[in-house]
């Protein structure tokens, strides 16, 4: 019964050759990295910045009850980091087909927030980014019916409020693309996750659109297709 006594000196030998080989390789992989020059992102921190408007929330002013103009200016910063900043105007101005209550409004809402380039080559002229944004409204609406008619007497009860003031505060967490189409015209998209933070929504309560963030809820989701242009 020999097999087992060889095979324990075989592993001996082994495990003693390995003991000795690993170090040695591995402070000479050490030495040649050390000796290699070491490459250096010459990038330089500001690379300029890009002003862009948005679509979506233009065509959903033409075609139904509520919708935004909104613009934004993003700086780029190594071609990695994204701060930006998008300013709108939201407004609505909708008729319940079954109630026949009007709600109105049209005010200015603000983002500030950051995306990141996630892609491994910072540099290239395709972007996937992810980013967050805090975002804030100051707003007032109004909220009127014709009136219901009295049946003893005859004479209509009107039913108006006009600006009731609200304001809310939100969070949005946001993935999207930008891609290079010509020279410095970029086209993107995004799809945004918004949680709401405070929110007065005025004496009547549960405004029915809120600008910039769309109908009234703890949360909701919406995205933008912008064009760019890089500067």
Known sequence: MTHPRNTYIFISVLVSLLLTFVPEQAAAQYKRKKQQPQ????????RGFAVSADLVGVVQKMTGDYGQYEAALRLNLKDKYFPIVELGIGSADCTDDITNIHYETSAPYARIGVDFNLLKNKHDDYRLFAGVRYAFTSFKYDLTHPGMEDPVWGNV????HEDVK???????AVFGVDAKIWGPLHLGWSVRYKSRLSADEGKLGNAWYVPGFGKSDSSTLGGTFNVSIDI
């Open 39 to 46: 490459v250096t992102d010459t990038i330089p921190l500001f």
């Open 157 to 160: 009860a009107p039913y108006e």
């Open 166 to 172: 609200c304001s809310y505060q939100w969070f949005e």
